[in-house]
């Protein structure tokens, strides 16, 4: 049934949410107790990450005002404040972190630079 099915992918959700969390723990960890690839991040790699953290906010910020108009024609309105919970949500949880180890395991970037 419909209800069952529901289940079952709520089920796979929560494993799948579950290994890469673990994994992305575990690669953390191993990483932060080598403890040699903290030499080579500056201030200005912080203050980097930081400017392009806010600009992504900003940018997105956009992006939904941009399109507000149109989500509002084909679903139910969305309100200013909806709007601004998807403006600062963005991209956070699983999918950030398989896109992170994807990035950190490319053997063609360089430690320096991934």
Not at 49 to 73: D, Q
Not at 91 to 110: H, K, T, W
């Amino acid at each position: 049934s419909r209800e069952v099915m529901h289940i079952v992918w709520e089920a796979v959700e929560f494993i799948g949410n579950t290994m890469v969390f673990l994994l992305a723990g575990l690669l953390w960890g191993y990483e932060i107790l080598d403890d040699t690839h903290v030499s080579h991040i500056t201030r200005w790699d912080v203050l980097h990450l930081l400017g392009l953290y806010a600009a992504l906010h900003v940018i997105r910020g956009i992006m939904v005002f941009f399109f507000w108009p149109f989500l509002n024609l084909i679903g139910p309105k969305i309100t200013w404040k909806e709007a601004l919970v998807m403006t600062w949500s963005g991209l956070r949880g699983a999918v950030g972190l398989i896109l992170a180890i994807i990035v950190d395991e490319q053997r063609e970037i360089s430690r320096e630079m991934g």
